[in-house]
């Protein structure tokens, strides 16, 4: 069994940052990419960035620039940078692990709002 366990949401005001951290333990073998979703209310969940094993990242266009995905390795950990913050940047923010053997785990959640 894999956990994922984020942290780092909270309230910012418009321009501001934050940076999320999700953290997996549990049976954690072979990594193949690790991620961060979103979903806004009343809108699909989608992909805000994503990074592989070998370090290759892919972020939505909307974030290009502005958010910036990270992992440690050594400590199954993946991290989003999320700075010039927009109010339509707020969501949950979900963390996502593939691993090669098809496993695909999910976090519970953080919310991100972005207010004045």
């Known amino acids: 069994q894999v956990q994922l366990v984020e942290s780092g949401g909270g309230l910012v005001q418009p321009g501001g940052s934050l940076r999320l951290s999700c953290a997996a333990s549990g049976k954690v073998f072979s990594i193949r990419a690790m991620g961060w979703y979103r979903q806004a209310p009343g809108k699909e969940r989608e992909l805000v960035a994503a990074?592989?094993?070998?370090?290759?990242?892919n972020y939505a266009d909307s974030v290009k620039g502005r958010f910036t995905i990270s992992r440690d390795n050594a400590k199954n950990t993946v991290y989003l940078q999320m700075n010039s913050l927009k109010p339509e940047d707020t969501a949950v923010y979900y963390c996502?692990?593939?691993?090669?053997?098809?496993?695909?785990?999910w976090g519970k959640g953080t919310l991100v709002t972005v207010s004045s």
């Open positions: 996502n692990m593939g691993d090669f053997y098809g496993g695909d785990y």
């Open positions: 990074i592989t094993s070998g370090g290759k990242t």
